[in-house]
């Protein structure tokens, strides 16, 4: 049997149980949470050195089962990698991003299934961080609060004009039309999407007050008519080069005086890099193809070039880590409920997915920031309150 693995996996002491195609076993630790159960021989010599990436494509591929708690399989799965793996800390190469490429890795993550997400998601599907004002709340409380938090970082007052740049299933714009009295036209390259936000404006009634539709951000009006501009979990989907452009379109589609929200995930690096060990590899291969993210410093630079004053920024690290963790918990409940709605490999890349950035957040491999601009006044001036004091009254 220990002829089968590297010397250097013998010497761990991790919970984890090996367990190979011939039904040998072999522990590396005492008490194993975690069995992983190798079907491709060929795959014992990569844990001599194994990444992230090719831990979880192994999985994602059926080469390997995993048996145990998906929050345990994670945290092995990095001690693992963290003890053996030759991390690269070189820069991943740039992607280029066009219309056509944008709309086909927005339609392979976003139009899955509808009723897949919506297992898992809060009842509104907001599919981006939620807001713990306590600690306590559940998910669904924790998505109202961010929604409320968002809006009254952007002033929302009766009567404006808010542009939501991806607008997803339609949760923020519903919101703010309903409780803040807004006009909100919500724009997004998902056609899934799309066809469920429009379903449940009507059934709400708001089809006055929002209007939806399939649109790509480089093709948004430039003549300022929003007073206000939101954008969530959408530009990590821009890329590095596309960044200057973006910010210019946000820029010309509101009026002076105007706020810009932009609220995403950002690298921890400043040069944008993924996380070391496979990790962000991983997830560009099987999650966000394409996806790239910038660092805090890039997005507020490419913000102040395109016009735009930063007056706030806040980051909620933390925040998305338990969101996540909400989110992966939801769907280990539901499993075989998922398996009817999806692929059996998409469920595999999902389930390693959600409770793998869950682990990442929490320990800082990269982080959610939003942050507030304004369009300043020809004179330099705006609206905004000497204070934040509004925003928690």
């Known amino acids: ?83 053996l793996a030759d991390d690269d800390p070189s820069e991943r190469s740039r992607v280029p991003h066009d219309k056509d490429s944008d709309a086909a890795a927005i339609s392979y993550h976003y139009d899955l299934s509808n ?38 970082k952007l002033r929302l007052q009766p009567g404006e004009r808010l542009l939501d ?10 919101f703010a039309a309903r409780e803040f009295g807004v006009e909100v036209h919500g724009i997004t390259l998902s056609r899934a999407q799309l066809k469920l936000a429009r379903k449940r404006v009507k059934d709400e009634g708001l089809g006055q007050q929002v209007r939806l539709e399939l649109l790509d951000y480089r093709d948004l009006p430039q003549d300022g008519r929003f007073d206000k501009v939101v954008s969530v979990g959408m530009f990590e989907h821009v890329g590095h080069a596309n960044l200057p452009l973006y910010c210019q379109r946000l820029f010309g589609a509101v009026k002076a005086g105007g706020l810009v929200m932009n609220h995403g995930i950002t690298a921890k690096f400043t040069d944008g890099r993924p996380v070391g060990r496979g990790g962000g590899e991983f997830i560009g291969r099987y999650v966000f193809p394409e996806g790239e993210l910038p660092h805090l410093a890039t997005m507020t630079a490419h913000l102040s070039e395109a016009g735009l004053e930063v007056v706030d920024v806040e980051n909620l690290r933390l925040h998305y880590a338990r969101t996540l963790e909400h989110w992966s918990a939801r769907l280990e409940e539901r499993l075989d409920q998922a ?34 601009a304004v369009k300043p006044h020809a004179d330099g001036s705006h609206g905004l309150p000497w204070t934040r004091a509004d925003l928690y009254r």
Request: overall charge negative.
């Open 165 to 174: 740049v991806g607008c997803g299933w339609g949760g923020l714009a519903r």
């Open 1 to 83: 049997m220990l002829a089968y693995l590297p010397p250097n996996l013998r010497d761990l002491q991790l919970p984890l149980r090996l367990r190979l195609w011939d039904g040998t076993e072999f522990d590396l630790g005492p008490e194993p949470r975690v069995t992983m159960v190798v079907k491709d021989p060929s795959l014992v010599a990569q844990l001599a050195h194994p990444s992230l990436d090719a831990l979880g494509g192994a999985y994602v591929e059926g080469r390997v089962e995993l048996e145990g708690p998906m929050s345990e399989v994670i945290r092995i799965g990095d001690a693992l990698s963290q003890a």
């Open 339 to 372: 398996a009817q709605l999806v692929p059996e490999q998409a469920l595999r890349i999902w389930r390693l997915y959600l409770a793998g950035c869950a682990y990442g957040f929490a320990r800082g491999w990269m982080s959610l920031h939003q942050i507030l």
């Open 115 to 152: 009723d897949f997400y919506a297992l898992w998601l809060d009842p509104q599907m907001v599919y981006s961080c939620a807001y713990f004002e306590t600690g306590a709340e559940d998910l669904e409380q924790a998505q109202q609060a961010k929604l409320r938090h968002l809006c009254r």
